[in-house]
T-cell receptor, first 112, second 114 residues
Framework: DTAVSQTPKYLVTQMGNDKSIKCEQNLGHDTMYWYKQDSKKFLKIMFS???????INETVPNRFSPKSPDKAHLNLHINSLELGDSAVYFC???????????FGSGTRLTVV | AQKVTQAQTEISVVEKEDVTLDCVYE???????LFWYKQPPSGELVFLIR??????QNEISGRYSWNFQKSTSSFNFTITASQVVDSAVYFC???????????FGDGTTLTVKP
């Protein structure tokens, strides 16, 4: 059983389109995250949710909208995609009290 | 402000050599956590270890060992007798209880040549 499953694995889309990435964890963790990894491999936090509540919202364009219907799911919707949004997006989960992350396999988004 | 510095951008070694990956962190808090993650060429991110700020004991797991020194704000990672399969990007990270995020270093790319 995959602990953190993220879909799709690859996403190629045109500028201006809207797309969503889904994430689910079956570890019983209370906190879920979205991280962005750019072409230089730098990892930056975008959002985190604890028990469905948003707790971290870094400086991310408001074209990015996370949604957590329950503590096992955290989806990311992106409106009006731009070339600069091309990156690998990782979902992760952990226990809030300093637990290590379990990452999904990543979604490689390419905007053309 | 919290910051993690991995000064070594790339390291290349020959198989069976020992290699140490450096990690230096900055924080004003007394309670925090330090982590190492591995990202092999296949792209997934794998959790390796977590230390809390009150536990400075070194840890060994097979060929991997970690040296945590609060006096120098460092949490270094040593691979003994490196193997080709150790080739990956390694990330050090700093996190806090209830902070809702970890701050990652920029990563060190380790290449182990046969």
């Amino acid at each position: 059983d995959t602990a953190v499953s993220q879909t799709p694995k690859y996403l190629v889309t045109q500028m201006g389109n809207d797309k969503s990435i889904k994430c689910e964890q079956n570890l019983g963790h209370d906190t879920m995250y979205w991280y962005k990894q750019d072409s230089k491999k730098f990892l930056k936090i975008m959002f985190s949710y604890n028990n469905k509540e948003l707790i971290i919202n870094e400086t991310v364009p408001n074209r990015f909208s996370p949604k957590s219907p329950d503590k096992a799911h955290l989806n990311l919707h992106i409106n009006s995609l731009e070339l600069g949004d091309s990156a690998v997006y990782f979902c992760a989960s952990s226990l809030l009290g300093g637990g290590g992350y379990t990452f999904g396999s990543g979604t490689r988004l390419t905007v053309v | 402000a919290q910051k993690v510095t991995q000064a070594q951008t790339e390291i290349s070694v020959v198989e069976k050599e020992d290699v140490t990956l450096d990690c230096v962190y900055e924080t004003r808090d007394t309670t925090y956590y330090l982590f190492w993650y591995k990202q092999p060429p296949s792209g997934e991110l794998v959790f390796l270890i977590r230390r809390n700020s009150f536990d400075e004991q070194n840890e060994i797991s097979g060929r991997y060992s970690w040296n945590f020194q609060k006096s120098t704000s460092s949490f270094n990672f040593t691979i003994t007798a490196s193997q080709v399969v150790d080739s990956a990007v390694y990330f050090c990270a700093l996190g806090y209880t209830n902070a809702g995020k970890s701050t990652f270093g920029d990563g060190t790319t380790l290449t182990v040549k046969p």
